[in-house]
């Protein structure tokens, strides 16, 4: 197996960084099945795609697997954790520890993923310096000094829409490139910050467009 050591300059797709999640879920599943190697054309089953995706998706990160034999399932997994950064542990802070902002940090599989949720943030004076899950609230205020004094690398925002905009200027100038966001807006930030949105309701709302339209019998009067 013969991984690339740098990416070239090309851009790699969305969808294509989402596949490779994908893969490196299924490559879990297959260790615990004790399965020693998977061929393109299993990997793609499972995940209802073809083994030509699969092996393009794959070949934009090196040389991976033995012809006719597959691809090795620990290796391949190390590799695109690799791939995904996430053979190392990121520092993320939670901003807004609401009903949302509560349960994310409850949500162990971040932890799982070595994402490690550290320092929290709110505005609520009877929340602030409590105690949460073994950590300490700070004040929103501080924003921009203790995210850089914490090592801050990951930002997740769950605050309302109407002060999202105002927190996220704040996490910008604390230096802070990636934010993953629940408020229902979108983000304006400078172009080398990246945001991934992610909005409950619009999923719901799919859901219940496939449900109306693909299943008409399902239509509520």
Not at 31 to 60: G, I, M
Not at 136 to 141: G, L, P
């Amino acid at each position: 197996m013969e991984p690339t050591a740098k990416l070239s300059k090309k851009r790699i797709s969305e969808s294509t960084i989402h596949r490779l999640s994908l893969y490196y879920r299924t490559l879990s599943l297959l260790e615990k099945e004790n399965y020693e190697t998977v061929s393109s054309k299993e990997l793609a089953k499972r995940e209802k795609l073809t083994p030509a995706q699969v092996r393009k998706d794959l070949s934009f990160f090196g040389t991976f697997g033995t012809r006719g034999l597959g691809y090795p399932v620990i290796e391949l997994k190390k590799q695109i954790a690799s791939i995904l950064g996430i053979d190392r542990q990121w520092r993320v802070a939670l901003v807004g520890v609401g009903n949302i902002g509560s349960a994310l940090v409850s949500y162990k599989e971040f932890s799982r993923q070595d994402f490690h949720i550290v320092k929290l943030f709110d505005n609520d004076q009877r929340k602030i310096g409590s105690n949460h899950k073994g950590i300490v609230i700070s004040d929103i205020k501080n924003l921009e000094t203790e995210l850089p004094e914490a090592k801050i690398e990951i930002v997740i925002v769950a605050v309302p829409a109407t002060v999202a905009q105002y927190i996220v200027d704040d996490v910008v100038k604390a230096g802070i490139k990636a934010i993953l966001n629940f408020a229902p807006v979108n983000l304006k930030v400078p172009d080398d910050v990246y945001v991934r949105n992610e909005n409950m309701s619009m999923e719901l709302e799919y859901l219940s467009f496939a449900m109306v339209n693909e299943h008409p019998k399902k239509k509520v009067k």
